[in-house]
C-alpha cells in the first residue's frame, strides 16, 4: 500500500456507512448504490492524488452530490430527493473523539452482526484465520482440507462479510438502539 | 457485471496475500492488477480494510475456547453488551474470571502431592523443591501441599520449598499472588534476591522488578525485609516498594484493583503511556513500541483484557492521535 492508498484508507473509508446512508436516503434506485460508492470513491481518489482534501468528510460528500446531480441531469426520470442536503442530515458533524469512538464500536458491531448472518463455513474460517490467528495451513490442517479450498473459501467469505455489511447499512446498528434505552 | 468481478478478483488477492504463500510472480501479478484499473484498487483498499478490521472480533472471543466458532447470533449479543459494558466500566466486575484452571493443573498438583510424597520418603532432598514457570500472557494457579494456593502471572518463574521450619518461595521472575494457609509454626518467606516478604496467614503478591520488588497485600499482615535488615509491616490494602532509600510504603489502596491481572485485567489510572506500554508489553510476546518521544505526555486510563493488546491499540488509535503500525513482530506507536 502506497501513501495515497494509506491515506484513503484511514481518512475515506471509515466513512463509508454514513455514506452509503446518504446514498439511501437521496437515490431512489437503491440498486445502483454500490456502483455509486465506487465511482464516488474513484473521483476522490483521483482528486487527492493530485492534491488531498483539507476537509475529507465533507469533501466526500461534496463529491456524492456532485455525482448525483450530474446522473440525475442524464436520467429520464427526475429524483426528487437527489439534492437531499448530507449537513441536514447530520452526516457532517466534526470528527470529534466522541463521536469517533462511537463510529469505532459501531463498526465493530456492524462487522460482528454481518458475521451472525454468515454460513457456518465463512464463519468458521474468518474465524479461525483472524480471531484465533492460524496461519493458512494450520486451519487446512484442522479442518482437514486442501490449503487451496482455505485460500478461495477465505476469499469468499471476505466478499459475503462485506456484501452483508453494505445490505444491512440502512438499519441503525444495535449500538443506537443500545444508547436510547440507557439514557 | 465489472465491479463485481473486480470485487472477486481483490477478494482473491487479499487470500492469496495473505496465504503464507506469496511469490515474487505473485507480487508483479498484483501489482500490475492493482496498477491497471483504479477502480480495482478501490476494490482491493475497500476489502483490505474490511480485512483489518474483522482483528477487531478478537475483543468479542471471551473464553469460547480455541476453535470454537460462535453459533449465529452469538456475536451480535457480545458486541451490544460490550458497547453497555465499556460505558460503564466503572463500576463493572466481571462475574466470570477470564482463565480458568487449565486441565494440567490439577495434573501438577498431583504431581506436587506425588513428589512432596517422595521427598518425604528420602532422607535428603534431591532438588532444591519445585519449579513453576508460566510462559508470556499465561496465569497458572497452583495448589501447594500446605494448602496454599500461589496465582503465577505473565512471564514468572519460582520455586517452591516447603520444609517444617519454613514455607519458601524464590522469585526469579515475574510476579506472583500467594493464598497463605494459616500456620504460626512455618512461616511463609517469599525470597527475591536476598529480600525476603513474610507471611503467616494471609493474601498478598510480589513482583519482581528489574532491581526491585513491588508488594500488594490483599488481607493479613507481611513483613517485608531488605538485605540489609531494614524492614516494614504492611497491612490489608497496604502496597511497598524497594528502592535504593529503603521501602515506601503506600497505605489505603484498592488492592482487588492492583491484583486485577489474576482475572486477566490491567487496569490504568491516568498513567503515563510508556507505563501502561511497558506494563502491557508484559503481556505479549509483540512488543509496543513508542517512537515520538511527544506521545509520552498523554495520560490515559481504563481497563483492558491482558490478552487482548487489540482493544488497547484501537482505543489509542480511534481515541487519540494516535498512529498504530505493525513493524516485523513489534507494534510502533507514533503522533498522527
Known amino acids: 500500500m502506497n501513501e495515497l492508498d494509506q491515506w484513503f484508507t484511514a481518512t475515506i473509508l471509515p466513512h463509508d456507512t454514513a455514506l452509503v446512508r446518504y446514498l439511501h436516503r437521496a437515490w ?40 448525483l446531480a450530474d446522473r440525475a441531469r442524464h436520467e429520464s426520470v427526475v429524483m426528487i430527493d437527489y439534492m437531499h ?24 458491531i456492524r462487522i460482528a ?66 444508547e436510547e434505552h440507557e439514557a | 457485471m465489472n465491479r463485481i468481478a473486480n470485487e472477486e478478483a481483490a477478494a482473491r488477492w487479499l487470500a492469496r496475500r495473505n496465504s503464507g504463500h506469496w ?37 468479542l472471543a471471551h473464553d469460547s475456547g480455541r476453535g470454537v466458532v460462535p453459533r449465529a447470533g452469538v456475536l451480535l449479543t457480545r458486541a451490544t453488551q460490550r458497547v453497555t459494558r465499556s460505558e460503564d466500566s466503572s463500576r463493572e466486575t466481571d462475574s466470570s474470571p477470564r482463565w480458568r484452571q487449565p486441565r494440567y493443573t490439577r495434573a501438577i498438583a498431583a504431581g506436587v502431592t506425588t513428589l512432596a510424597l517422595v521427598a518425604a520418603l528420602l532422607t535428603f532432598s534431591l532438588s532444591r523443591g519445585d519449579r513453576y514457570v508460566t510462559a508470556i500472557g499465561a496465569t497458572q494457579t497452583v495448589s501447594l501441599q500446605d494448602g496454599s494456593q500461589v496465582t503465577l502471572n505473565t512471564d514468572t518463574s519460582l520455586r517452591v520449598e516447603l520444609t517444617d ?33 513474610t507471611a503467616v496467614g494471609t493474601q498478598f503478591s510480589v513482583r519482581k ?22 524492614d516494614a509491616t504492611l497491612g490489608t490494602g497496604d502496597t511497598a516498594r524497594s528502592n535504593v532509600a529503603g521501602i515506601s510504603v503506600t497505605r489505603g489502596q484498592d488492592a482487588a484493583e492492583l491484583l486485577s491481572w489474576r482475572e486477566g485485567w490491567i487496569r490504568f489510572d491516568n498513567i503515563a503511556l510508556s507505563d501502561a506500554v511497558a506494563e502491557l508489553n508484559r503481556y505479549t510476546p509483540r512488543q509496543i513500541r513508542i517512537r515520538d518521544s511527544s506521545l509520552d505526555n498523554l495520560h490515559l486510563s481504563g481497563k483492558f483484557r491482558t490478552n487482548n493488546i487489540e482493544s488497547f491499540l484501537e482505543l489509542l488509535e480511534k481515541g487519540f492521535s494516535v498512529s498504530v503500525q505493525q513493524q516485523d513482530e513489534d507494534i510502533v506507536l507514533s503522533k498522527r
Not at chain 2, 505473485?26 to 501489482?31: H, K, Q, V
Not at chain 2, 508488594?215 to 540489609?228: I, M, N, S, T
Open chain 1, 28 to 67: 431512489r434506485n437503491t440498486a445502483e448504490i454500490p456502483d455509486l460508492c465506487q465511482e464516488i470513491y474513484i473521483r476522490i481518489y483521483q482528486s487527492a492524488a493530485r492534491r488531498k482534501p483539507d476537509s475529507p468528510k465533507s469533501f466526500l460528500f461534496a463529491t456524492a452530490r456532485n455525482l
Open chain 2, 209 to 230: 522488578l528489574e532491581n526491585d520488588i513491588m508488594v500488594v497485600v490483599a488481607e493479613g499482615v507481611v513483613r517485608v525485609e531488605l538485605k540489609d535488615h531494614r
Open chain 1, 113 to 178: 452482526a454481518a458475521f451472525d448472518r454468515l454460513p457456518e463455513s465463512f464463519r468458521e474460517i474468518i474465524w479461525l484465520r483472524r480471531v484465533e490467528g492460524l496461519s493458512q495451513k494450520e486451519v487446512a490442517r484442522r479442518l482437514d482440507i486442501k490449503e487451496g479450498t482455505v485460500e478461495s473459501r477465505l476469499g469468499r467469505a471476505l466478499l459475503a462479510l462485506s456484501h452483508s455489511i453494505a445490505e444491512n447499512v440502512t438499519e441503525p446498528a444495535c449500538g443506537e438502539h443500545l
Open chain 1, 85 to 108: 442536503d448530507p449537513d441536514a442530515l447530520g452526516v457532517l458533524r466534526d470528527d470529534l473523539s466522541p463521536e469517533h469512538q462511537h463510529e469505532a464500536r459501531e463498526d465493530l
Open chain 2, 23 to 59: 511469490s515474487s510472480g505473485d507480487e508483479a501479478e498484483f501489482t500490475a492488477w492493482l496498477e491497471s484499473s483504479i477502480a480495482h484498487r478501490m476494490a482491493y483498499l475497500q476489502l483490505h480494510s474490511l480485512w483489518e478490521r474483522t482483528a477487531g472480533l478478537k475483543a
Open chain 2, 165 to 197: 521450619a519454613e514455607r519458601r518461595i524464590q522469585l526469579s521472575r515475574g510476579e506472583a499472588f500467594f493464598s497463605v494457609a494459616p500456620n504460626k509454626q512455618r512461616p511463609f518467606v517469599v525470597e527475591i534476591d536476598g529480600k525476603r516478604v
